[in-house]
């Protein structure tokens, strides 16, 4: 069990520890921190004991993290954000973030995450003036003049930096009023419903927690272009839609739409913040990508 009494050393060390990682050696982190390498050094044998484990090989040059190790280092850095952001939230006070605040996202994540969030951050910053822009097709980001993209999927290789914030596990969705008319609702009978499907989920497939595959499709469907209006056709009881849980935990949670095959969910797809700044984030842009983070995790723990 954690004591801060018996731990007043843990997160320095944890610091220590992430710029080793980040620098690649303990003379090149010793440099940057503007300690000796043998500090550095015997920060991290005092963190290994501390905490009872093996963190690094030493047997050659170059550093060889061990499982624990690198289990660590994802934590060590996450510290370290959670420290520069709160830093610059104080900061604000005197600097307040301000202006024109650009960003592009899916059609899907305008309701249920990017515009409630823009909301929050405009309230603690009245002076930032946010531009929105969903659409499904991925904008240039320099080209387009913005600060971010939402994007889902492979990321194209350029010069963008992009930055995971969550996966999106799709759930079949419809509402009490379609389910009330339908006779069955297993894994045998799915194709004979009606499927609310977008362009990208012609070859889906969905997979149960025991391994076993069901394809998305059947004879009769109803094609919409955009995860709003396949919600709203399934709100309005056209059918069954395949929904990303994040997007559907609202209507999820009030009643308006009801899980269908709890026990299947697609292919998870990853969701990346998309910049262009080669430094830090601005702290508006730094806060968003963390409160995404954060609705994500949610939304995973809620479904």
Not at 197 to 203: A, E, M
Not at 217 to 246: D, F, R, Y
Not at 261 to 290: C, G, M, T
Request: glycine fraction near 4%.
């Amino acid at each position: 069990m954690f004591k801060k009494s018996e731990q007043k050393g843990l997160a320095y060390q944890m610091l220590i520890f992430d710029e080793v990682i980040k620098q690649g050696s303990f003379t090149a982190a010793a440099d940057a921190l503007g300690h000796t390498k043998s500090s550095v050094s015997q920060y991290i044998s005092q963190l290994e004991t501390e905490l009872n484990v093996k963190l690094l090989n030493r047997s050659t040059r170059k550093l060889n993290l061990t499982i624990a190790g690198e289990q660590l280092a994802k934590r060590c850095h996450q510290l370290f954000e959670l420290l520069s952001l709160t830093t610059e939230e104080l900061s604000a006070h005197t600097t307040t973030p301000s202006g024109r605040l650009a960003i592009t996202a899916p059609h899907g994540f305008d309701a249920s995450l990017i515009t409630p969030l823009i909301a929050d951050l405009c309230a603690e910053y009245p002076a930032l003036e946010p531009e929105l822009i969903f659409t499904d097709v991925r904008l240039d980001l320099l080209q387009n003049k913005l600060d971010m993209a939402i994007s889902v999927g492979p990321q194209p290789d350029s010069s963008y930096h992009a930055m995971l914030i969550g996966h999106l596990d799709s759930v079949l969705v419809a509402s009490p009023k379609y389910l009330a008319k339908a006779n069955r609702t297993s894994s045998d009978d799915l194709a004979e419903h009606t499927l609310i499907k977008l362009p990208w989920q012609q070859q889906s497939l969905l997979t149960n927690t025991q391994g076993k595959s069901l394809h998305y499709n059947a004879s009769k469907q109803i094609k919409v272009n955009t995860s709003s209006s396949a919600i709203n056709s399934a709100i309005c009881g056209l059918g069954v839609a395949l929904i990303p849980s994040v997007f559907v935990k609202n209507e999820l949670q009030s009643g308006r739409l009801q899980q269908v095959l709890p026990k299947y969910k697609s292919e998870k797809r990853a969701v990346y913040a998309v910049h262009p700044y080669q430094q830090q984030l601005p702290l508006a842009l730094r806060l968003l990508v963390e409160r995404l983070k954060q609705a994500f995790n949610k939304s995973i723990s809620g479904i």
